[in-house]
């Protein structure tokens, strides 16, 4: 018999039952990934982590992150959520301001920005760009017109999870886009591999966004750090944002599915030369265990 214990969070965002929740079980070490996704289809949120001992002795720990679907090789929300719940169960030394956790694409840096509350920050493994997409083919994916999109061309980025980014004109058409899964093969054509789909719209902040992952088992996603640093690329690319060295903007999303977050984003040195971040507040609201036949 195993006894897991979990915690439930919701992460970008100081508000309760906003941002993207998460569930973090604390020691996996009794289960295979058999059981791991299982569990995650079970909790049923758009993922779930399991802690274990690092194998890296250079990181605090190490994670594995599944989709109800699918296990990930890094995701945002996942791995600032997890920190923070380490971090409040005394597992990374107080006051402990850089760390890093191990995960499948690598160690992943960790950045605690002291504050009421704190910001956890990571910062974003290393960007390659992809296929270019025909505006039109995206538009009629989404259900909107050629001009409701930027004249920019969308683009896969990959910062371990592929996603597509789609820039549109305005707010509007970024609540109004919607895609389902034969929309979803359309844009697949030609891809091996499965994609999010970003869509964003530039503001006076930064950004305006939404995230769908029908090939994941999320419709659509709340928050999507994981996508956040290549949103950042794709602006800096394409003149979508204005600033010195060291620009700090902010990502709204989740706010049409009425789970509104905040993503943080630092553009550290030249056009992100040293670096990506993206950061974070995290709110926790539940704790549990579950009990498992093993």
């Given at each position: 018999m195993a006894w897991l214990h979990y915690r439930i969070v919701d992460v970008f965002t100081t508000e309760a039952l906003a941002g993207?929740?998460?569930?973090?079980?604390?020691?996996?070490?009794?289960?295979?990934?058999?059981?791991?996704?299982?569990?995650?289809?079970?909790?049923?949120?758009?993922?779930?982590?399991?802690?274990?001992?690092?194998?890296?002795?250079?990181?605090?720990?190490?994670?594995?992150?599944?989709?109800?679907?699918?296990?990930?090789?890094?995701?945002?929300?996942?791995?600032?959520?997890?920190s923070f719940v380490l971090l409040d169960e005394k597992r990374v030394p107080q006051g402990c301001e850089f760390f890093s956790l191990e995960e499948k694409v690598g160690p992943v840096r960790i950045w605690v920005e002291n504050g009421a509350p704190p910001m956890i920050w990571l910062r974003t493994p290393p960007i390659s760009e992809g296929r270019l997409y025909e505006r039109s083919l995206c538009a009629h994916a989404l259900g909107l017109e050629s001009a409701d999109l930027l004249d920019v061309s969308p683009q896969i980025l990959n910062a371990g999870n592929p996603t597509l980014l789609i820039p549109l004109k305005d707010e509007g058409a970024v609540d109004r886009a919607w895609l389902d899964m034969q929309e979803m093969r359309t844009l697949r054509d030609g891809e091996a591999e499965p994609f999010c789909v970003f869509v964003f719209s530039q503001t006076r902040g930064g950004a305006?966004?939404?995230?769908?992952?029908?090939?994941?088992?999320?419709?659509?996603?709340?928050?999507?750090?994981?996508?956040?640093?290549?949103?950042?690329?794709?602006?800096?690319?394409?003149?979508?944002?204005?600033?010195?060295?060291?620009?700090?903007?902010?990502?709204?999303?989740?706010?049409?599915?009425?789970?509104?977050?905040?993503?943080?984003?630092?553009?550290?040195?030249?056009?992100?030369?040293?670096?990506?971040?993206?950061?974070?507040?995290?709110?926790?609201?539940?704790?549990?265990?579950?009990?498992l036949s093993c």
């Open positions: 993207n929740p998460l569930a973090v079980f604390t020691d996996a070490s009794q289960i295979d990934e058999v059981v791991m996704q299982k569990i995650a289809r079970e909790m049923n949120l758009a993922e779930t982590t399991f802690v274990l001992p690092s194998e890296d002795p250079t990181c605090a720990a190490r994670v594995r992150i599944f989709t109800p679907k699918k296990e990930m090789i890094f995701a945002g929300h996942p791995t600032i959520g997890t305006y966004s939404r995230m769908f992952a029908p090939e994941y088992g999320i419709a659509e996603d709340p928050a999507t750090g994981s996508s956040t640093g290549p949103l950042a690329a794709f602006m800096i690319k394409h003149g979508l944002l204005t600033g010195a060295a060291d620009t700090r903007f902010i990502s709204e999303q989740g706010t049409k599915m009425g789970r509104r977050s905040l993503l943080h984003v630092r553009i550290a040195g030249d056009k992100g030369a040293e670096g990506i971040y993206v950061g974070g507040n995290v709110t926790a609201i539940a704790e549990g265990t579950m009990k």
